[in-house]
Structure formats: C-alpha cells, structure tokens
C-alpha cells in the first residue's frame, strides 16, 4: 500500500480537491456535510482564506473523512506511516484552502448549479439508494439519523458540484495538437545517447577556503543551526506511594466501588469475572490507588507549606525521604534517572530558576523538584564552532564550485570550445522512473535529455544527480518509425490528455493560491 501511496500520493491530493473522493464515497459524507449547526458556529478557525474562516471542526471532520475514504480505497486502515508519508494533517488543510478558493472563484466566474444537476448527484450516491434505485424516504431517515438538515446538505452538494464544474471548466480548455502528440511519441520511442562531465563536491574541495568574515557572516545566517541547547538543573524528591500504603487502610466499601468504577479490568475469556472471584486482586488494586492519592496529596500539601520559601529541603523532612541532585541536561537528553519521565521534564523546563515544581505523578511515584540552575540557549562565539562552521562553509563553497564548473562546461560545449574528456550513456529509451545509463535516476534530467535535439544538443542548465553536477549534450538521436505514429496517436491522446488537464488545474490553483490572503491559526501552522 505505501508504494502505491508513495506512486500516486500528488493525484491523490488532487483528486481529493476536486471532488472526486467525496462523491464517490458517500458513506463518509457525514464527516464533512453534516456539520450541523454547533459546526457552522464554531468559534475556533482553523484558516480564513480571503476572509471566509473555515472552523477548526470543520477541518477536524475534513482530516477523519480523509483517513475514512483512503481506508475504503485501500481497504487497510491508515497507519501513523501513511499518515506521515501523506503529510494528512497538512493536505487536508491545504484541501481546504484550495476547496474555499475554488469555490469562490466559481461565484466569481458565474458558475452555475441546477436543481437538476443537484437531484441528479443526489440521486447516484448510493447511499441513499435501495435496489440500485433512489429511495425517498431512505434519503430523509440518513440525513435525520446524522441529526443534518436536508437544506445544509443540499447546500454542501451544490458547493462541491460547484467545485467540481470550476475544475472541470479549466480541463475542458486544455487542447492538444499534432504536433503535442507528435512531440510525446518521439519522447517515448525515440532513443537518445548523451555526452557528458560530471563534478562532484567532493572533487573539488581542494579548490575552495574561507575567510573569518566569511564564516562570521555564515554564522550570523545560521544562528539557529549553532545554538546551544537550554539546559537545567534540578534538586528533586520522589515520595513512592508504596511507603505509605503500610499505615493504609481499606473498607469493603472503598473496594466494591472500585470495583464497580474499573470493572472493564476484570475480564476473563467468558466477561466479567465476579467480584467475589477477584476481590483479592481488587483490594489490592485499589489500596495501590488510594496509596497514589494519598501520596499525591501529602506531597501537595508539603508544597504549599514551603512555596513561600521555595524550600525543598524543608518540604523532604516533612516527607521523610531525600533530596536528590541531577546534572545539567538538555530537553532531548534527559538524565538515566529520568528515562521515561516525559511530564515532569516537561514542566521542569517550564519552571523558573530557584522556583519549586510540582507535584508530578508519573508510574515512579510523586515528584517535587527545584529548578537550581538554567543555562539558556545562546549562539556561541566563532571561536567556540568554528571548525564546525568552517565545515559547512566549505561544503557549501563546494558545492557551489562543482555546479559552477558544470555551468562552465556547459558554456564551451556551446561554442564548441570544450576541450575536456566526455564520458557517454550509451543510447537509451525514455524511462517514466528517470532511470538514466551511467548517470543514476532523475526524472527531471530524463525530460532534459529527450528535449534535446540535434539543432540545439547542450542543456539549457546542469543537473544534480545524487550530489554530482552534469554537463550534458546530445551525441546523437535515434529516431523510431514515424509511420507507428498514426495507429498510436488517438491512444497518445488518452493518456496525455488527462496529464495536461491536470497541469492546467494544477497551474490554475497555484495562481488562486499566489493571489489569496491566506491566515492560518498558529497553532495548526506547524501541525
């Protein structure tokens, strides 16, 4: 499934934008049309695009139905790594965006939805069919069961009609010649052989320096990438709830409610397992609970007596256990003793210096802690990052110098003036995976070599393939039989027609995009 994700994740997107996915599978409607009136008075956005805020339930609805209508195209369900390949959260946030701008581009054009054209998208959706066929009354029971009002649907389903006829509109305009579908028969039959010299950072190192003005200014540009970890410094306590359950008592009461309030931990292969059966087991689960209650409290009210005085030694006496000292660690290093203790390192870096913290339960116990010391995050002195600096100027230098040299010998093939070695690819087809001989795969350098002709054989720029730069020019052309050309060409049409529609919708919404005010909440700008 992540291959075929990974293969066809753009016109996924793009479908998803335009409607298709929507109207295909209505079973997750719901999750978008039926907002209800709680939803359409949200008072949380989650974007405003050109002044239309779109809620943050509706964005919420928006990511759950994506995840639904992948699930049923793919049949699996969508794991963190799909999620996380697909960028979800962004894309259906970009949906969003790009479905408000469509739409109102689409008022703005005149663009028109009929009744007609509304009963009849309603009419195919299976949903509300019985026997292949359009049921009334089932169509009012869905939208009554999903607590949706018949105008707020309709409404939503005129607006992806909407969508839909805007994107449609834009396809239609696209045409192709003669030649365009001349011009692709020859890209995927013709064979080509290329010349070229290749230079690679690495090769050219020995040719780059840099100067201290030249590493202080690259540290001033990079200040983020050379800043220091914050750093803290805590005293701390643990009061382990196990050393007060000794003093602790337990009535049958507190039991047989415990029991009642946790009673989905004690199943056995046939249910739940009687009370009499585990009453052992229950009491001492919830003596282990009132135990992490008490010792909760104890340590709450030994931090209220000694808060005044953020003094933690004095709030250990009261406690009767010890105060332990940690080093200097970092929010992404935590010390051994930590492992695992992600709350409380949490709100001790959120804790100033010389104040108390806590409490923080966590699996160990009760915490209380005392922050003695924080180093903030600074940028170093030169002096301090310098080989580290010096390091990445010169691979950026070299990298700058290879493309140069490639850029260079792109020049002198040019006027015929370059005199240097060429090593060559041998002749080969056009490869949809960017699969060159020699050279390594680059689908932007295969579109490069088959746009090359004898008339004007040397690349317009260099090409990156996996950190070299190449200098590229056409050795020669191999022309395949243009009399295949005619028995191939409506079949050429089929397959390039929708490619370009989709260019043409792509460069369309780009623009749309390019030209918005576009606000998004700051708290999903870097979900």
Do not use: C
Request: net charge positive; no cysteine; hydrophobic share 40%.
């Amino acid at each position: 499934m992540l291959g075929i994700m990974r293969k066809y994740k753009q016109s996924i997107i793009i479908k998803i934008v335009f409607g298709v996915i929507v109207l295909s599978f209505v079973g997750t409607i719901f999750l978008i049309w039926g907002k209800g009136e709680e939803g359409l008075d949200s008072s949380g956005y989650a974007v405003k695009v050109n002044g239309e805020k779109i809620s943050y339930d509706e964005y919420v609805k928006n990511y759950e139905r994506a995840k639904d209508s992948l699930q049923q195209i793919y049949g699996q369900p969508v794991t963190p790594e799909i999620e996380k390949l697909l960028n979800l959260r962004k894309s259906t946030l970009d949906n969003l965006i790009n479905s408000a701008l469509i739409r109102q581009e689409a008022k703005r054009m005149g663009i028109k939805v009929s009744d007609d054209e509304l009963v009849d998208a309603i009419a195919k959706m299976p949903y509300f069919q019985k026997d292949g066929v359009f049921d009334k009354n089932l169509y009012d029971q869905v939208l009554k069961m999903n607590h949706v009002t018949t105008s707020n649907f309709e409404n939503s389903v005129r607006q992806d009609i909407a969508i839909s006829k805007a994107g449609r509109s834009i396809a239609d305009k696209v045409t192709l010649s003669d030649q365009d579908l001349l011009d692709y028969f020859k890209k995927t039959h013709d064979k080509v052989e290329l010349q070229y010299v290749s230079f690679s950072p690495a090769e050219v190192r020995g040719n780059v320096s840099a100067t201290e003005q030249e590493l202080t200014a690259y540290l001033q540009q990079h200040e983020k990438d050379f800043k220091t970890k914050e750093e803290i410094k805590l005293d701390y306590l643990l009061l382990n709830p196990a050393k007060l359950s000794p003093a602790l008592t337990i009535s049958s009461e507190e039991i047989q409610t415990y029991y009642q309030k946790n009673i989905d931990r004690y199943q056995g292969k046939d249910g739940i397992l009687p009370f009499e059966e585990v009453k052992e087991r229950v009491k001492e689960d919830a003596l282990k609970f009132k135990a992490a209650n008490q010792a909760y409290e104890t340590v709450a009210v030994a931090l209220n007596k000694n808060l005044a005085a953020n003094d933690l030694a004095g709030a250990a006496r009261m406690l009767g256990v010890p105060v332990a000292g940690s080093g200097l660690f970092t929010l992404q290093n935590p010390p051994a003793a930590f492992a695992g203790e992600t709350e409380l390192i949490k709100k001790a870096f959120a804790t100033k210096q010389g104040d108390l913290g806590g409490p923080v339960e966590t699996s160990k116990g009760v915490y209380l802690f005392k922050v003695t010391l924080r180093n903030p995050s600074v940028v170093p002195p030169l002096s301090k990052v310098k080989g580290e600096v010096e390091k990445k100027v010169l691979a950026q230098k070299s990298v700058e110098l290879a493309r140069k040299k490639a850029d260079e010998a792109l020049q002198k093939m040019r006027s015929n003036q370059f005199s240097g070695a060429l090593q060559t690819t041998g002749s080969f087809t056009y490869a949809s995976d960017g699969k060159i001989p020699q050279i390594g795969t680059s689908k932007d350098a295969m579109e490069t070599a088959f746009q090359l002709k004898p008339a004007s054989p040397v690349a317009a720029a260099p090409f990156n393939v996996n950190g070299r730069w190449y200098a590229v020019r056409l050795k020669q052309r191999i022309e395949a039989d243009r009399g295949g050309f005619i028995q191939e060409k409506e079949k050429i049409r089929a397959t390039l027609l929708p490619k370009k529609q989709q260019e043409a919708q792509e460069a369309w919404l780009k623009g749309l995009r390019d030209k918005a005010k576009i606000e998004i909440n700051p708290a999903l700008a870097n979900d």
